[in-house]
């Protein structure tokens, strides 16, 4: 077997995604459960908003700002998960320390 710079396993089998089934199920689950969940969460604060217009209750506008943050938690905690989804198939470049370090220098530096 040659041992280029270049030489890979050759043993036929196509690349798997690094991230099991259920996993990724897991993660479509947890995806779907924050979208529906802010999706309510903004209706509920569209309507508590426009009683807290009419009726200029305090606790009306309490309610819309925490709707308004659980809103906003759903969203990121969703993205988390889009984001962590995407490292499992092999889509996403991942973090910095999954890849091998640079070489320092060139060939000038060698000399």
């Not at 089998?13 to 969460?41: D, F, K, Q």
């Not at 988390?80 to 070489?103: E, F, I, V, W, Y």
Request: with cysteine; glycine share 20%.
């Amino acid at each position: 077997m040659a041992g280029g710079k270049r030489a890979g396993d050759r043993s036929g089998e196509p690349n798997r995604a690094r991230g099991s089934g259920r996993a990724l199920a897991l993660h479509a689950l947890g995806i779907t459960l924050t979208v529906v969940a802010w999706g309510y969460l903004v209706w509920m604060a569209i309507d508590l908003g426009r009683a807290a217009r009419d009726d200029g209750s305090g606790v009306a506008w309490l309610l819309l700002a925490l709707a308004c943050l659980g809103a906003i938690a759903c969203l990121f905690v969703g993205l988390l998960l889009g984001g962590s989804a995407l490292r499992l198939l092999g889509g996403a470049g991942g973090t910095p320390g999954d890849q091998p370090p640079r070489p320092t220098g060139g060939k000038r530096a060698a000399r």
